[in-house]
């Protein structure tokens, strides 16, 4: 599998059908854009904490917004895939289609999945450019360590746990992230504010002054 090219379908009898509700006409009606808001780090930094706060912050703005979390993703649409290397290329493929799906149909979509590799990360950059946002939610090793949410790093210095990403198992930081959100040096307010600050930037649109006649 070539994780930087879109697959090819295997089946030669699919076409592409053509929408009928413009791209611009979602955003026009919802107020912003649709976007992928893809964070990644280490465990422990902070990811599912933020994407959950800030899902609650846009959604009370009148955003339509959905986070795809981890867990929640292997139990459903990755329930068939495990953590070996090309079993994790995968699920970062699936993720993001599936945020890319939900960008198409005028929603920010927050993934909050470590994605640890650089080239699978690019490699859905590579292919839903026009709406993914890299965020890298920051702590250090030793900070995320220390709070330790899930017990997962002490069991992993146990041994009990093998390939864990920062212990075992590499973690490539962005190089060029939209970007960066220390949550070693801001509470989660803070990290709220500067969130919903890009968003502003990136994917507001004014809003149609009055309900288009649509046909
Ligand atoms: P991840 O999803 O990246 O594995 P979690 O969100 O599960 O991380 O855990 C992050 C932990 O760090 C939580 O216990 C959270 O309360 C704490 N924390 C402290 N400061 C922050 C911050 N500024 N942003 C996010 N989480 C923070």
């Given at each position: 599998l070539n994780d930087r090219e879109q697959l090819a379908p295997k089946s030669a009898n699919v076409t592409t059908v053509s929408h009928r509700v413009a791209a611009d006409e979602r955003s026009v009606r919802n107020g912003h854009e649709g976007g992928i808001l893809w964070f990644t780090g280490l465990s422990g930094a902070g990811k599912s904490t933020l994407a959950m706060e800030l899902e609650r912050a846009l959604f009370i703005n009148g955003y339509q917004v959905y986070v795809l979390d981890g867990d929640n993703i292997r139990q459903g649409l990755s329930a068939d895939l495990g953590f070996s290397p090309e079993d994790r290329v995968e699920n970062i493929r699936?993720?993001?289609?599936?945020?890319?799906?939900?960008?198409?149909?005028?929603?920010?979509?927050?993934?909050?999945?470590?994605?640890?590799?650089?080239?699978?990360?690019?490699?859905?950059?590579?292919?839903?450019?026009?709406?993914?946002?890299?965020?890298?939610?920051n702590a250090p090793l030793d900070v995320c360590e220390a709070r330790d949410v899930k017990g997962l790093y002490s069991r992993a210095r146990r041994g009990e746990i093998k390939e864990f990403t920062g212990i075992s198992a590499p973690y490539e930081p962005p190089v060029a992230a939209?970007?960066?959100?220390?949550?070693?040096?801001?509470?989660?307010?803070?990290?709220?504010?500067?969130?919903?600050?890009?968003?502003?930037?990136?994917?507001?649109r004014p809003r149609a002054p009055q309900r288009a006649r649509l046909a």
């Open positions: 699936r993720v993001g289609e599936v945020a890319s799906l939900f960008a198409e149909a005028g929603v920010i979509a927050i993934t909050a999945f470590i994605s640890p590799y650089r080239a699978d990360r690019e490699g859905v950059r590579a292919v839903h450019a026009q709406h993914f946002h890299e965020i890298f939610i939209d970007l960066v959100i220390p949550t070693h040096l801001w509470p989660v307010d803070r990290c709220i504010a500067e969130l919903m600050t890009f968003i502003n930037q990136r994917l507001s």
